[in-house]
T-cell receptor, first 113, second 114 residues
């Protein structure tokens, strides 16, 4: 039978470019969002979080934008480096709720030197 | 602190065999989770625990059982392994009501069922 979902969305960029990774979330009640980075052969690691009372949050070389109207998150990575090559997941949750986040499917970022 | 550790890192089973995956965390976290990750499928929650002695089903619980006898340990059992359970398994833990509700993940267990 046909296999579905075997290929992650992929973003290829050149070293030094800015990268934008998008995520659509499903639950309009979600009020807390996290981006994780998963390098090959490792578990996901926290990058940055944002609460629904904010539209933008900046970290070191990363910025997360939240558009609650269309239930959309984006992760912007400035001056992308080869070490940024990984799969990036967004997760949505309700702060103070069940602590059972819902993960997006992930986007594979490939950075070419 | 070691964070979240998983044992074993790799395992090959034959169909019908059983095994237990061990997850340990040293951060005194209340919540622990077991996920499976298949190519292109992201993370799917198998079972989780909100505290010592508690367990609950996640999105894909069939064929798995779990136990949380001690707060720091969360065991995932496969009673009769099937090829469909070939996957990478991740354990995670999180602090209840922390400033950041992030999950801390272990390094994963790669399981192949022949």
């Amino acid at each position: 039978g046909e296999s579905v979902g075997l290929h992650l969305p992929t973003l290829s960029v050149q070293e030094g470019d800015n990268s934008i990774i998008n995520c659509a979330y499903s639950n309009s009640a979600s009020d807390y969002f996290i981006w994780y980075k998963q390098e090959s052969g490792k578990g996901p690691q926290f990058i940055i979080d944002i609460r629904s009372n904010m539209d933008k949050r900046q970290g070191q070389r990363v910025t997360v934008l939240l558009n609650k109207t269309v239930k959309h998150l984006s992760l912007q990575i400035a001056a992308t480096q080869p070490g940024d090559s990984a799969v990036y997941f967004c997760a949505e949750n309700i702060k103070g709720g069940s602590y059972i986040p819902t993960f997006g499917r992930g986007t594979s970022l490939i950075v070419h030197p | 602190n070691a964070g979240v550790t998983q044992t074993p890192k790799f395992r090959v089973l034959k169909t019908g065999q059983s095994m237990t995956l061990l997850c340990a965390q040293d951060m005194n976290h209340e919540y622990m989770y077991w996920y499976r990750q298949d190519p292109g499928m992201g993370l799917r929650l198998i079972h989780y625990s909100v505290g010592e002695g508690t367990t609950a089903k996640g999105e894909v619980p069939d064929g798995y059982n779990v136990s949380r006898l001690k707060k720091q340990n969360f065991l995932l059992g496969l009673e009769s392994a099937a090829p469909s359970q070939t996957s990478v398994y991740f354990c995670a833990s999180s602090e209840r009501g922390g400033r950041r509700d992030e999950q801390f993940f272990g390094p994963g267990t790669r399981l192949t069922v022949l």
